[in-house]
């Protein structure tokens, strides 16, 4: 179940010029590995 359609993602990043990542995501441990480099990647 999707919470928003994805021209309701891209059309206002297209209009403000941000780039939206596509992830596939094929189980849990996809998902934590993501989540998980992102946490590293991000100052705090």
């Known amino acids: 179940m999707t919470l928003v ?3 309701q993602v891209l059309q206002p990043a297209n209009a403000i010029g941000y780039a939206v990542p596509g992830l596939v ?6 998902m934590r590995a993501y989540v998980a480099a992102l946490r590293r990647s991000v100052p705090r």
């Open 25 to 30: 995501c094929l189980g849990w441990e996809d």
């Open 5 to 7: 359609t994805l021209a």
